[in-house]
């Protein structure tokens, strides 16, 4: 499915604010994907990455994962493996805030992701962290089962399908 995310603001303009909301122009883009949505599903964790290769392991069709780091940039989250294994289980994309690792490989994949910046130290694995519950930055709250629009233009999360 095909979208710009200026042409949903446009659209849905009676919306944006409390329904739809446009996340803070902070991310990088990596992967050859520039365009992807679906399901939020979200991970509260910091500089520990246990979690989100357990979820990247499980099936992710129509889902995009979103990693609220803590905005740090002292590792990384997400690495080459994790982007194969997000690509393997069908992830639509992610949104990090925090760091990855591994550019250029995976601006070499097939998969949409944003991230703070890069680091190249590798996070620690204690298995600590939250799984599936509404996380904030950014300017926005993002609540499991919401949906992320992200393209060339900005990242929106609105709490209804804005595609048919």
């Not at 357990?54 to 690495?79: I, M, N, Q, T, Y």
């Not at 070499?108 to 130290?121: K, S, V, Y």
Request: glycine content about 12%; charged content about 20%; hydrophobic content about 35%.
């Amino acid at each position: 499915m095909s979208f710009k995310t200026p042409d949903l603001c446009d659209e849905h303009e009676t919306l944006l604010g409390s329904h739809l909301r446009v996340v803070a122009p902070m991310f990088q883009r990596y992967g050859q994907c520039n365009t992807f949505s679906g399901q939020i599903q979200t991970l509260k964790i910091f500089e520990d990455n246990t979690l989100v290769r357990e979820v990247l392991g499980e099936p992710g069709h129509g889902k995009v994962l979103v990693v609220d780091g803590g905005g740090s940039l002292r590792c990384a989250l997400v690495g080459d493996q994790l982007a194969v294994l997000a690509q393997k289980n069908g992830w639509e994309g992610l949104v990090v805030y925090g760091c990855i690792r591994d550019s250029g490989d995976i601006n070499q994949m097939n998969i949409g992701i944003r991230a703070l910046n890069t680091h190249p130290q590798k996070s620690v694995k204690r298995g600590v962290g939250e799984r599936n519950l509404p996380v904030t930055f950014s300017g926005v709250t993002f609540n499991p089962d919401e949906w992320l629009y992200a393209d060339e233009d900005g990242v929106l999360v609105s709490d209804r399908p804005l595609l048919t």
